[in-house]
T-cell receptor
């Protein structure tokens, strides 16, 4: 169990550019979550997957945001035409549903995005 | 609907003193409650969780929290603060039909003075 990993850890981009972040969950986990965390705030839920199915995406902040989990393993979060307001920490979490425990999420270290 | 309020965005204690971080929640159904710790430039680490059963929950690093339904509270305590406890702490709520979509408070930054 190597934990949840995220890549890159830091991303600096110019306004208007597209960025893509990757999350690798704990290997046997079937659920994967994306959150956004801005300075001084708690994480804000964006979207989640059960295996490869995206079960909720209504909380994605705009149509510039999209996420995929094509084979039910790693996931990517893409932001198109970035804006300065997108600057934040993007957190990924994974969990194992159906193990008899509740949906306990394990978080990755996050990707810090800075839009200039 | 569910929400979390963490009272006090900053708490400062002396090393060896009691730590008390406050969390009140709102939930229309029985809640699941969590406390996480976040160190600078790191992700969140689960400290403890309450689902059902015993209302006093013990977690890692000597922390514990008590679920009080009548007060809609889930305050986090530690009898004796250590310098390594300095971090940001988040309380979160979800419930069993919410597919784990947790709602987080805004966090409390704990400072430990030598």
């Amino acid at each position: 169990d190597t934990g949840v990993s995220q890549d890159p850890r830091h991303k600096i981009t110019k306004r208007g550019q597209n960025v893509t972040f990757r999350c690798d969950p704990i290997s046997e986990h079937n659920r994967l979550y994306w959150y956004r965390q801005t300075l001084g705030q708690g994480p804000e839920f964006l979207t989640y997957f059960q295996n490869e199915a995206q079960l909720e995406k209504s909380r994605l902040l705009s149509d510039r945001f999209s996420a995929e989990r094509p084979k039910g393993s790693f996931s990517t979060l893409e932001i198109q035409r970035t804006e300065q307001g997108d600057s934040a920490m993007y957190l990924c979490a994974s969990s194992l549903v159906g193990s008899g425990d509740i949906d306990t999420q394990y978080f990755g270290p996050g990707t810090r995005l800075t839009v200039l | 609907a569910q929400s979390v309020t963490q009272l006090g965005s900053h708490v400062s204690v002396s090393e060896g003193a009691l730590v008390l971080l406050r969390c009140n929640y709102s939930s229309s159904v029985p809640p699941y409650l969590f406390w996480y710790v976040q160190y600078p430039n790191q992700g969140l680490q689960l400290l403890l969780k309450y689902t059902t059963g015993a209302t006093l929950v013990k977690g890692i690093n000597g922390f514990e929290a008590e679920f009080k339904k009548s007060e809609t509270s889930f305050h986090l305590t530690k009898p004796s603060a250590h310098m390594s406890d300095a971090a940001e702490y988040f309380c979160a709520v979800t419930h069993n039909t919410n597919a784990g979509k947790s709602t987080f408070g805004d966090g409390t930054t704990l400072t430990v003075k030598p």
